[in-house]
Nanobody, 126 residues
Framework: EVHLVESGGGLVQAGGSLRLSCAVS????????IGWFRQAPGKEREGVAC????????LYGDFVKGRFTVSSDKSKNTVSLQMNSLKPEDTAVYYC???????????????????WGQGTQVTVSS
């Protein structure tokens, strides 16, 4: 069983920054991906960024446009999402999730991910 816990959400003004963390524990394979997703009220959950545990390859949603950076710290079993130049439209609940099968590369489709955290709220004020 895999356990994921997000932290670091909060309230920030537009143009500000936040750093989210995802603590990964439990029975993980050697190769997997951790993805960050978000869901705003009334909208579908969308992929933000993901990173592979094996080669560190990353993928970002089109709307990120260089503002966010995903990274991993294997010694701490954590994956972070650094978010800069935040906009009010970035307001959402942010989730991290684990994709156990990355043989064909990393992806940002929700169906690829088996285990999910509880989410952390990010609110960007204008």
């Amino acid at each position: 069983e895999v356990h994921l816990v997000e932290s670091g959400g909060g309230l920030v003004q537009a143009g500000g920054s936040l750093r989210l963390s995802c603590a990964v524990s439990g029975n993980t394979d050697d190769t997997y991906a951790i993805g960050w997703f978000r869901q705003a009220p009334g909208k579908e959950r969308e992929g933000v960024a993901c990173i592979s545990s094996s080669d560190g390859s990353t993928l970002y949603g089109d709307f990120v446009k260089g503002r966010f950076t995903v990274s991993s710290d294997k010694s701490k079993n954590t994956v972070s999402l650094q978010m800069n130049s935040l906009k009010p439209e970035d307001t959402a609940v942010y989730y991290c999730a684990l994709d156990p099968d990355v043989h064909y590369g990393v992806g940002l489709e929700t169906w690829e991910y088996d285990d999910w955290g509880q989410g952390t709220q990010v609110t960007v004020s204008s």
